[in-house]
C-alpha cells in the first residue's frame, strides 16, 4: 500500500461556551487545513470526521452531511465516526486506509464537539453512558468514578501510598498546565501549582478538580495525501507509519488486567510492529490524560516505563522537552482541553507541528523530533494509536 | 486491490419493543453469521457497525465496543459508523476497503437498532435530528414532512395529479406487504391493498399511514472475506463488486435538484462505474423506501426509470418478481421494518439470499439473479450504495 502523509493542519481555539456550532467549529478548522495544505475545498475526495455528543450538545445526528455542505464539498462522501474521546483517532486511521489503498488521494480528516453547552455535571452523566449501558452504567458509575478507581487500584497494586500517588499525579496536571500555557488554542493558560491540585475540591477521591480535564467545545482538522501528492503540496510531509486499535469492553472483563489497560497495550503494539519502531524511537508523545491517573497508567501501556514506576517520569522531569520522553507538550486534554470528538484530531495536529519544528516560536518545540505517537482512549472500551514520522 | 465477498450472513426478527438490547441483538445476528460462514469468533480480525440511535433509545455510546466483548472478540478493533438511517451500509463500504485493500482477511459487519421502546412520536421527533439543527430542524420539519414535501414536488413537477401518485404510491406499499408476508424476519407480515393504503389516516399529507414505514428493533451482520479466503469457507461467494457514497447536505442545498435527490445519483454512478455495470443489468434492487414516495424518487435516481415515470414500475408489476426489475422482494423498510442503524445490513443481507438463490422455500426467489443492488439513505444527507455479484 502506498504512504501517507499529512499535508495540512487547522485548530480552533478550545474553549468553554463556543458561540459555534460543531458544524461551523469543524469548517474552520477544515478551511484551515485546506487552505495550509495549498489546496481549495474541490480538491477534497471524502471526508471522515469523528464526534462524540453532537446528538445530545445539539441536536444533530448526521454530523457529516452538513460538515460536507458547509465547506463547499457538496456530495462528497462524509463519513461520522463515534468511539467516544477516541472518535477523531478512528476517522484518521481509516482515512489513512482509504489514501493507502490507492482510492483516494486527497481526503479531509478531523473532529468537532461542543460539549460544553450542557455544563459539566450533566456532560458527565451524559458521557457515563460510554459506559456498559446494561451492567455498569446502572451502577451511576461515571468517568471520574472510573479513573479514581483506577488510581487506588493502582496504588495498591505497586504498593504505592495514596499521598505519594497523588503527589506524582499532581505533578503531572503541573507540567500539561506549564506548556499549555504557551499553547494559543489552549482552554487553560495558566500554570498552577502541586500545592494548588492537591488543595483542590475532591471530585471523585482520590481525584481532585485539577486532576481532571475539563470538557471542551472545539474542532481539529488534516488533510491527508498519498506520498506523491503531499511532496507536491508541501516541503514537510508528516507520514503516518503506523495505526493501531483495540476495544476492551466493560471493565469487569479487564479484571485481571486493571489496573493496565490491555487493549492500550495490543493497540499501540501493532503501531509500533506496523511503524517497525519501538517505544524507544518515540520523541515526543500526546496521550490521553483525561485525568491526571489516566496519564501515568498510559504511559506504561505505551512502554515509556516499568508497571509502578510512571509517576515518576513526572516527578523526575523526564516527561518534559529535554526529557527521556516528552509527553503533552501541547497542555494534554487537562490544560488544552478535551472536546471529546476532536480530541484525536487535535492531539495529531500538534505532533504535526512537533515533527515540522514549527512549535519553536510557542516556546514548546521538542528539538530534532522525528517520530511522534498519538494515544486516545475512548470511553473505557476503545483505544486507537497513530505513528507519525517525518523523513 | 484484492476482490472482497460476503461469505455468510445473519438476520434478527425485526420487531416492536424487543426485549433484548442493542448489542444483544447485534450478538445474535452476528453469531448466525459467524457460524455459517464455518468460523468463529476468534477468526474475526475487526468488527464494523452501524448504530443510529443507541444514544438515545438506550444511553449507550461507543457501542462497538461492548459488542465486541459481547461475541468473544475482546480487544479487537471495533469501529461505530453513524450516518442515520445509512450507518450499516457506510460501515460495509468501509469494511470492504479494509479487506479489500490486504489489512484484514476476514471481518465482521453489521448494524443494530433499538428504535421502538421510545414510542414513534418521540422517535420521529429523535429522529428529525438527522435535519440540519440549524437552518432545518429548527422550523419543526419530521422526516415524514420531508417526504410529504417531495411528493408534493414531485406531482407538481412532473404534471402527475396527487391523486394519481397517491395510487402508484399506495401501489409500492401493497407490493412491498405482499413479499413482506413471506419473509420470516419482517415485522409486518399481513398483505394490505390500495383501499387499505387509501383510507389510512393522515400522518403528514398526502402521506397516510401504510405510506410510511415503521420504526423497528433488529440487527443484521455479514462476514467479509478476501476473495482466496471467501473461496475456503463458501461455495457461494457474494463479491461485493461496486460501491458509491456520496453526501447531499442540508434540503435547501439541493433545491435545484428536487425531488430528485442528487446525491444518489452521483452514488450510484460511482458504484455502477466501479462494478461496471449499468441498471440495465441489476437483477435485483433493495432501495430505502422508508416512504412510498421515496421508492418512486430512489427508482429514478438509480436508473430503472425516466423522471417522473417510476411510479408506473410497480403500476405495470415491473417491480415484481419476473419484471424488469424486482425491488424490494423482502417487503422493504415498509413491510420487514426500519431498525435505522441495521436498515443497511438487513438489505444487504436479503440481497445476498437472492444472489445465492436461497429464498425459493420463501415463494420470494428472484430466478437466476447474479448481480444485486443495494441503495440506502440516511436522513436526507448521506447516500451508500452497493453493488453485489455472483460469478
Not at 463547499?72 to 476517522?91: H, K
Request: charged letters at 20%.
Amino acid at each position: 500500500m502506498r504512504r501517507v502523509a499529512i499535508v495540512g493542519g487547522g485548530h480552533t481555539d478550545f474553549v468553554f461556551n463556543s458561540p459555534k456550532t460543531g458544524i461551523e467549529l469543524f469548517a474552520e478548522a477544515a478551511m484551515e487545513a485546506i487552505y495550509e495544505s495549498n489546496l481549495k475545498p474541490k480538491n477534497i475526495q471524502a471526508i471522515y470526521c469523528g464526534n462524540g455528543l453532537g446528538d445530545f450538545s445539539e441536536g444533530q445526528i448526521m454530523i457529516q452531511s452538513y460538515i460536507a455542505n458547509d465547506i463547499g464539498c457538496l456530495n462528497v462522501p462524509a463519513t461520522r465516526f463515534e468511539g467516544a474521546c477516541a472518535s477523531a483517532t478512528l476517522a484518521i486511521r481509516d482515512a489513512a486506509m482509504w489514501v493507502a489503498s490507492g482510492k483516494y488521494d486527497i481526503v479531509l480528516v478531523g473532529g468537532t464537539e461542543k460539549a460544553t453547552a450542557m455544563g459539566t455535571p450533566l456532560a458527565t452523566r451524559t458521557f457515563a453512558m460510554a459506559h456498559d449501558s446494561r451492567y455498569e452504567s446502572p451502577t451511576g458509575l461515571t468517568f471520574p468514578g472510573y479513573f479514581a478507581m483506577l488510581a487506588h487500584l493502582y496504588s495498591s497494586k505497586h504498593n504505592i501510598p495514596l499521598a505519594k500517588l497523588k503527589e506524582q499525579m499532581a505533578m503531572v496536571s503541573v507540567q500539561s498546565h506549564e506548556y499549555g500555557a504557551k499553547n494559543p488554542h489552549a482552554q487553560f493558560r495558566k500554570e498552577i501549582t502541586v500545592e494548588k491540585v492537591l488543595s483542590g475540591f475532591m471530585v471523585a477521591s482520590p481525584l481532585q478538580l485539577l486532576d481532571c480535564c475539563p470538557f471542551s467545545d472545539g474542532a481539529a482538522a488534516l488533510v491527508l495525501a498519498s506520498e506523491d501528492v503531499a511532496k507536491k503540496l508541501t516541503d514537510k510531509p508528516v507520514y503516518i507509519v503506523g495505526t493501531g486499535q483495540a476495544s476492551s469492553g466493560r471493565m469487569s472483563s479487564q479484571y485481571k488486567y486493571l489496573p493496565r489497560i490491555r487493549a492500550r497495550e495490543l493497540s499501540v503494539k501493532q503501531a509500533y510492529d506496523m511503524a517497525g519502531v519501538g517505544p524507544e524511537d518515540i520523541d515526543v508523545c500526546e496521550l490521553h490524560d483525561c485525568f491526571s491517573i489516566a496519564s501515568i497508567i498510559a504511559a506504561e501501556c505505551l512502554g515509556f516505563a516499568d508497571y509502578g514506576t510512571a509517576g515518576y517520569l513526572w516527578e523526575k522531569g523526564e516527561t518534559r522537552i529535554g526529557g527521556k520522553i516528552p509527553i503533552n507538550i501541547s497542555g494534554g486534554l487537562k490544560s488544552k482541553g478535551h472536546p471529546i470528538g476532536a480530541t484525536g484530531a487535535s492531539q495529531t495536529y500538534d505532533i504535526v507541528k512537533q515533527l515540522r519544528g514549527e512549535l519553536v516560536d510557542q516556546g514548546r518545540q521538542v528539538e530534532g523530533a522525528k517520530v511522534g505517537l498519538v494515544d486516545t482512549l475512548g470511553g473505557d472500551g476503545v483505544i486507537c494509536n497513530l505513528i507519525l514520522k517525518v523523513d
